[in-house]
């Protein structure tokens, strides 16, 4: 018995076929991915060449739940990815939620998806803004403590790297997530 050949898809195609098989309009794909919808229909009706620019490529992957390598023109970035526990954790719990990576993203308003699905795909860390934040974990629904726990070692994060010495100033910073937690009703 013969094995059939593997025929590998064009990039336009495979995004195309997923286009349809999502019911995804071209519009959201565009504001998803952080491109043009003119972007989009040149690049499914093959008008220009398939994108080349790894951000792109790995958006549109995130979004698609695939590896950019699966697109023959993906060449791996020298950016670094940031790899962050709390965003494994997101992935994990959109896959225990058996949701698409596109119906979680559909749960956020329209401007905040891009930086979602660049969260997802390492090229931004956790947000800040806790109320930011406790918006994924209300879609994923998510225990505000579990969320409180990321958003506290996210701001050390921040601090540290702004330049403060967490450490010799245990007591502000202390007395600083005290009051969070009050204002977030954990206490």
């Known amino acids: 018995m013969k094995n ?9 195609e495979k995004v195309a076929k997923f286009l349809e098989k999502n019911s995804l309009h071209k519009k959201d794909f565009a504001e998803m991915i952080g491109v043009t919808l003119s972007y989009v229909y040149n690049l499914i009706d093959e008008t220009i060449p398939f994108s080349t620019r790894s951000t792109t490529l790995e958006r549109i ?26 965003v494994e954790f997101f992935k994990n719990s959109i ?3 058996n949701m698409t990576v596109v119906n979680f993203l559909k749960s956020f308003p329209r401007k905040k998806r891009l930086d979602i699905v660049d969260m997802l795909r390492g090229a931004l860390p956790i947000p800040i803004d806790f109320k930011e934040l406790n918006m994924v974990a209300q879609v994923l629904d998510l225990d505000k403590e579990d969320i409180y726990l990321m958003w506290e070692k996210r701001m050390k994060q921040v601090l540290e790297t702004s330049g403060m010495n967490i450490y010799s100033n245990a007591a502000l910073v202390n007395s600083m997530f005290d009051c969070a937690k009050k204002i977030i009703k954990l206490k």
């Open 4 to 12: 059939k050949p593997i025929i590998e898809l064009k990039s336009s």
């Open 61 to 86: 992957a995130t979004v698609m739940e695939i590896e950019p390598e699966e697109f023959e023109e993906y060449k791996i970035p020298q950016e670094p990815i940031i790899l962050d526990d709390s």
């Open 95 to 97: 896959k225990e939620k």
